[in-house]
């Protein structure tokens, strides 16, 4: 009688030691990054100044993104006078976004340095960390006011069309901004 409950406490524990040894972080892999908090596509994106989703508030809120209305062109009747504003507006914005990017990977290789030299406690710590936070939030910024900047180039039909060609629903909202509906851009 006494083999039975530990043959039971040995089987019980079993499974829970088997699945222990197969358990795997989601991290595993990413140790080998040349930058840890950055996937290769993230570190791209941020060096070449794409949007990463950055502006995700202004596009699904009938703020096209210059980008897109580059690619929509000709379905949404750009005139010449727009493309070419749209292409500068477009050019700038990638420019400095590319700009920002670079100083982000800069301090996110700072931080990752941090923590492998085993120097990550206090002041250098919380500085990496508030500039990161801070330059985040200027590319968020910068890709934000160029929807902006481009819905104020385009005409509330325009608006519309992109919405449409980007498969957004209005449900119920007007595309169109105050200063549209009341007639003056």
Known sequence: ?????WFVVVLLMTPGLVFAQHRHSP???QEQRQIKALSDAELQALLDGRGMGLAKAAELNHYPGPMHVLELATQLHLSEAQRTATQQLYDRMRAEAARL???IVAQERELDRLFADHDAAGPKLQAVVREIARLQGELRLVHLQAHVDM???????QVATYDALRGYGTHGHSSASPQHRHGRQ
């Open 27 to 29: 991290y595993v892999g």
């Open 151 to 157: 819905k104020a180039l385009l005409s509330p039909e």
């Open 101 to 103: 990017g670079q100083q």
């Open 1 to 5: 009688m006494s083999v039975f409950p």
